[in-house]
């Protein structure tokens, strides 16, 4: 089943702790991307990654850092979280394709990530 | 830069009627896709239809039809008879595509929460 999975889903963790989202996609998908949905502000991009070893700030990278080294993975790292990224956070990939046709599914989104900084 | 605005933050109606949810882009790029997805109260990210920005015909699914304009820089989103499973949250989102081939992260809107009333 072609999917994107994120780990965990949930976490409450405290202020300057370390923590990493992983993510992981099996559609062999060069495009990976995150974002953080907030309430009013919808979701907005962290990071990207066009292919490995090719990464790109989005619109809101500070605090964050990723990296790419296989093409299936795209983990997400808050070095010191703080209070202000308390969100839901999506992990998404994609390949480059030609007009795509209604029904054809061509974004893929993971479940999400709801975390608490404390 | 690219924007996105859905200007109708929530739309409540009654089933069975039909609602129409606005979206409005800007890009300066010549070659972009268009993306409508829906969050269902569970949370996860639904894609529901892609369109390119050379390819202006409208489409219909089902219930759904989507109106793409390049000359107002709109791509809105028609449910006919409305049904109270259509409840949900509903983003539109850009992407451009460079034309080495790569292509930016998607641009959402702030999404539209879509009430549907039994």
């Known amino acids: 089943e072609a999917q994107v999975t994120q780990n965990p889903r949930y976490l409450i963790t405290v202020t300057g702790k370390k923590l990493t989202v992983t993510c992981s996609q099996n559609?062999?998908?060069?495009?990976m991307s995150w974002y953080r949905q907030d309430p009013g502000l919808g979701l907005r991009q962290i990071y990207y990654s066009m292919n490995v070893e090719v990464t790109d700030k989005g619109d809101v990278p500070e605090g964050y850092k990723v990296s790419r080294k296989e093409k299936r993975n795209f983990p997400l790292i808050l070095e010191s979280p703080s209070p202000n990224q308390t969100s839901l956070y999506f992990c998404a990939s994609s390949s480059p394709g030609d007009r795509g046709l209604l029904g054809q599914e061509t974004q893929y989104f993971g479940p999400g990530t709801r975390l608490l900084v404390l | 830069a690219q924007k996105v605005t859905q200007a109708q933050t929530e739309i409540s109606v009654v089933e069975k009627e039909d609602v129409t949810l606005d979206c409005v882009y800007e890009?300066?790029?010549?070659?972009?896709?268009l993306f409508w997805y829906k969050q269902p109260p569970s949370g996860e990210l639904v894609f529901l239809i892609r369109r390119n920005s050379f390819d202006e015909q409208n489409e219909i699914s089902g219930r759904y039809s989507w109106n793409f304009q390049k000359s107002t820089s709109s791509f809105n989103f028609t449910i006919t008879a409305s049904q109270v499973v259509d409840s949900a949250v509903y983003f539109c989102a850009l992407r451009v595509m460079y034309s080495g081939g790569g292509a930016d992260g998607l641009t959402f809107g702030k999404g539209t929460h879509l009430i549907i009333q039994p």
């Open positions: 559609m062999n998908h060069e495009y």
């Open positions: 890009t300066r790029d010549t070659t972009y896709y």
